[in-house]
């Protein structure tokens, strides 16, 4: 038994290093799915991780490595969400978390806060079209494989969320 | 407003936040690597109970063979195989320990065949 451990770990070990390339867009991506809640997005990015290690073999290279590890960032979230385990709103903790952060410019806090108020006005397909377009530069193709849906509905969602979004920050600017 | 300059605006939004993000993400070495260790465990863990279910199976399936498999007759002929075989071990022990042995109490017969005689010296 023992003598198979470390062909098991080799097998994980160069998706998980492919995957380390990524870290900071992969948490961008958790922080996103889980409302910008810290915890909750560190807790799902470890667990899609273990995920992707204990599935390594199952990555086919048919889509790119992010969009197949940003599925499971997507779908650990979700069943997070499902079991309950946070509640919160997905606008309310994240204006308070940006406004608590001591030491930061506070103009620039604002525009943040200015954007995730506008994004938790926006459908949440539509914000997730956006996140991964704008955010995370994936095509609206790539966008589509993560959510799950077809490119014409992903591109539906890109469309009508960019509107709302531009129409929302435009008015939050114009507000004193 | 043109498509360009929404996309330009929302792009700088976007930008922001991922900058903001990039600033502290979780230390990517060590969620990596509770990633191999839990993947190891899992597997272990696997690998324990695929070998039980297996041994669970192979067990099921002796108890069903031996369940259908006809239960073979001792017959008299075993009996009397079982029999010489006490014969036997009786006429060994009154060899080392005559003294346990009373003459009419060791005598049986069956099937028309006698057993235990007293052979063996008594007192």
């Known amino acids: 038994m023992r003598d198979r451990e470390p062909a098991i770990a080799d097998d994980a070990r160069p998706l998980l ?113 956006l996140h991964l377009v704008f955010y995370q530069e994936l095509t609206v193709e790539q966008a589509a494989t993560v959510m799950g849906v077809s490119p014409g509905t992903a591109r539906q969602h890109y469309h009508r969320g960019k509107q709302a979004l531009r129409r929302l920050l435009t008015a939050e600017g114009a507000q004193p | 407003m043109t498509d360009r300059d929404d996309d330009a605006l929302i792009a700088e939004a976007f930008a922001r936040q991922r900058a903001h993000d990039a600033s502290d993400p979780p230390p990517a070495a060590a969620m990596l690597g509770r990633a191999v260790a839990a993947a190891r465990r899992r597997r272990r863990r696997a690998a324990i109970a695929g070998a039980a279910l297996a041994a669970a199976a192979a067990a099921l399936v002796a108890i069903v063979v031996a369940r259908r498999a006809p239960e073979p007759s001792p017959g008299l002929g075993a009996v009397h195989r079982l029999c010489d075989d006490l014969e036997r071990r009786f006429a060994r022990q009154r060899e080392t320990d005559p003294w346990r042995f009373a003459a009419a109490s060791d005598a049986w017969s069956l099937d028309g065949r006698s057993y235990g005689s007293p052979s063996g010296p008594t007192q």
């Open chain 1, 17 to 129: 290093h492919e995957l380390a390339a990524f870290h900071p867009q992969s948490w961008g991506w958790a922080l996103h799915c889980c409302g910008r809640r810290r915890d909750e997005a560190q807790d799902v990015l470890q667990e899609a991780y273990c995920r992707a290690a204990s599935r390594a073999g199952a990555f086919a290279g048919g889509s790119s490595l992010r969009t197949w590890f940003f599925g499971i960032v997507r779908r650990t979230a979700l069943e997070a969400h499902r079991r309950g385990a946070r509640t919160a709103r997905w606008s309310d903790r994240d204006g308070d978390a940006v406004r608590q952060e001591p030491g930061r410019d506070l103009e620039r806090d604002e525009e943040r806060s200015r954007l995730q108020r506008c994004l938790a006005r926006i459908a949440p397909r539509q914000r997730e079209v």
